[in-house]
């Protein structure tokens, strides 16, 4: 289900460095910081009861050394969907932990 912009905000408020856009939809992005190099570093959907999701959300990332510029939006959800701010909390908490 589509986020409306009052919530996507309300909800960011526990993402500081994730700021909201109303492009496409709308979508979430960051510019998050590692402390190395992590070429072995994928995105993973996991496995949803019932079957695969139609359509995972979209992940955009460009890396330059330790800096990796991510924007997430859900397609099938026409915008920015909980989908989206459940992995910018998981991204978080990975890179937190590499930078330990």
């Known amino acids: 289900m589509k986020l409306t912009p009052t919530d996507a905000r309300a909800l960011l408020q526990t993402l500081p460095d994730w700021r909201f856009d109303a492009a496409r939809g709308g979508l979430i992005g960051a510019r998050i910081h590692l402390p190395r190099l992590c070429p072995g570093l994928r995105l993973h959907e996991p496995d949803r009861p019932g079957g695969r999701a139609p359509q995972p959300p979209s992940r955009a990332c ?15 959800a026409g915008g920015l969907s909980m989908k989206d701010v459940e992995l910018a909390r998981t991204m978080d908490r990975v890179a937190a932990a590499l930078a330990q």
Do not use: C, E, I, R
Request: glycine share 6%.
């Open 62 to 76: 460009g890396s330059t050394f330790t800096t990796a510029q991510v924007t997430l939006t859900t397609h099938d």
